[in-house]
């Protein structure tokens, strides 16, 4: 019962009327800060718990016990994999492989997702012209480039940062565009009545009003990385592999513990990849505006 | 190539359609000099904005002539049109920037167009943390950081509660009395119209023309009871009189 009351007093105090003044008290008291991440904390926790109880149905109530190893409960699996050091040795290395590639493949993607975007907005022709191949780059589904991109730029590390460059490209460019274009018309008189030249128009406007959206952007598009390497890993197999890699190597071996810690890593990876961009995005546009949060 | 007109700011014969065949303002002639204060009254949607499009340079006559003795012109939206990410004081300096005034030359004088608002102590402040009132004050003062000949006012209080209408009202022609540039004062309120202005044009329903022009003689600074003086009343009388036969 005591173990629960600062979880009530977190989530029911007067911390969530005071809302507003949160920047403030976050810098003032580590008391209210340390209760506001326990209120973050707690649906997480529940989730977590929530996917460990179904595990445990399943594992124990569902299959029979002669097949219990295709879905070992998740103390045995974990319990094999963890300690096991010449497991858990390459599999990291992978992990860290494929978090190089899907960040290298994500930079390229944020520079030129931006760049086509400035482009585009440049003129109604330029946008006329250049947005289709964007939307043909999105609607092509993946897996039919794969081959492509394997036959032409072989099966390792360049093959599978294209895939993520290429996962992660669309996102970058519509959020930019719409960024870019989000700035009043009132606003664009003010720089014509001004005698604004194009580059001040872009500078000062234009790019400024775009870069809520950018992060929007830069958000999605991390996450959809994390996807393309993955998928890259799993089909361009020479060279050292990366975590996609090995989950086909032990899905072929039928290595459950390895695989379903495997999978855990790779998902907790795109959770930590996706809440960095998500607590940029919030840091950084909040103080865009002065200080608010959004 | 064309022959100057007399004044600040000259409109002759002017006519505009737009391109889908629909006559905004029709054969509007009208002449500001420094001291004018000229306000434009008519029902919604007779072209009042279209006319200080035209005479900004936003949009093009379709006939007649314009004519612009400034060298600086300014213009206060409808909204504040501010750019939230900036600080007021920024935003004013905006203006500086885009003409290319060095630093410290365009802050000063940014910092004095606040001043002149009443908006010392909030120079630090970002656009989502000032009231309505407030955002509209950094917008005059961004209109007036470039000391212009002319003035352009696009029904700028419009939006504003009654309260700080009335009160930027009185701001507004104490900044005119001061800086006497010459103003061109879009509204739909016929009682503003009548305190801010030395003369009242009103406007007929679109195609939009001037019908009537009624010069308004009290001297500024005007105090705010103005308001309920009988003068006040008679001439607010004359101008609902001349919008209600035209509209």
């Known amino acids: 019962m005591s173990t629960e009351t600062p979880v009530i007093m977190g989530r029911s105090g007067p911390t969530e009327i005071d809302s507003p003044r949160s920047d403030h008290d976050r810098r003032g008291g580590g008391r209210v800060w340390w209760r506001a991440g326990l209120r973050r904390a707690l649906p997480v926790s529940a989730a977590v718990g929530g996917i460990a109880a179904v595990w445990y149905a399943v594992s124990y109530l569902v299959l029979p016990a002669g097949q219990r190893f295709l879905l070992p409960p998740p103390h045995e699996a974990y319990g094999a994999a963890l300690g096991n050091a010449q497991l858990m040795g390459p599999m990291l290395q992978a992990l860290g492989r494929s978090a190089v590639v899907a960040l290298v493949g994500l930079a390229i993607a944020v520079v030129v997702g931006i760049g086509y975007a400035v482009v585009m907005s440049q003129s109604g022709w330029a946008e006329r012209i250049l947005y289709p191949y964007a939307v043909i780059l999105q609607t092509i589904p993946i897996l039919a480039l794969v ?50 030249s194009r580059l001040q128009r872009l500078v000062k406007l234009q790019f400024p009003a775009a870069v809520p959206s950018i992060f929007t952007g830069l958000r999605n598009a991390s996450g959809l990385s994390v996807i393309g390497v ?65 | ?106 802050r000063r004088r940014a910092q004095e167009a606040l001043d002149l608002v009443g908006l010392s102590g909030f120079e630090a402040q970002h656009p989502r943390r000032l009231s309505g009132g407030m955002r509209m004050r950094v917008s005059l003062a961004r209109a007036l950081v470039a000391d212009p000949q002319l003035a352009l006012f696009d029904e700028p209080f419009g939006a504003l509660d009654e309260i700080t209408r009335l009160q930027m009202q009185t701001e507004l022609q104490k900044l005119f009395e001061l800086k006497r540039f010459a103003g061109l004062f879009i509204t739909h309120s016929v009682s503003e119209a009548v305190y801010l202005s030395t003369r009242v044009l009103v406007m007929s329903g679109r195609p939009g023309r001037i019908v009537a022009e009624i010069p308004v003689p009290f001297a500024y600074p005007r105090p705010p009871e103005l308001r309920y003086a009988p003068e006040f009343a008679a001439l607010t009388g004359r101008v609902s009189a001349a919008l209600g036969e035209h509209s």
Request: charged share 15%.
């Open chain 1, 230 to 294: 993955i998928v890259a890993d799993f089909y361009f197999q020479q060279g050292a592999p990366g975590i996609g890699g090995l989950l086909r190597t032990y899905t072929l071996r039928l290595q459950m513990e390895a695989l379903l810690t495997a999978v855990t890593l790779t998902a907790l990876f795109g959770v930590v990849v996706f809440s960095i961009f998500a607590a940029l995005d919030k840091a950084v546009v909040g103080r865009w505006y002065g200080g608010h949060t959004r």
């Open chain 1, 147 to 196: 081959p492509l991109i394997g036959i032409w730029l072989g099966y390792a590390f360049t093959a599978r940062m294209v895939v993520c460059v290429i996962i992660a490209l669309f996102p970058m460019i519509s959020n930019t565009l719409f960024g870019l274009q989000s700035a009043s018309a009132a606003a664009h008189d003010l720089f014509t009545l001004n005698k604004a």
């Open chain 2, 1 to 106: 190539m064309t022959t100057t007109l007399p004044g600040t700011l000259a409109l002759a014969g002017v006519t505009k359609r737009f391109e889908t065949g629909t006559v905004a303002v029709r054969d509007v002639s009208l002449s500001l000099r420094p001291g004018d204060f000229v306000t434009v009254v008519g029902p919604s949607g007779c072209g009042k904005s279209t006319l200080l499009r035209l005479a900004s340079g936003l949009e093009q006559v379709t006939e007649g002539r314009i004519s612009v003795e400034a060298a600086s012109t300014s213009y206060v939206f409808q909204d504040a049109t501010l750019l939230e990410w900036r600080s007021a004081l920024r935003n004013v300096e905006l203006v500086g920037e885009l003409r290319k005034v060095p630093r410290q030359e365009r």
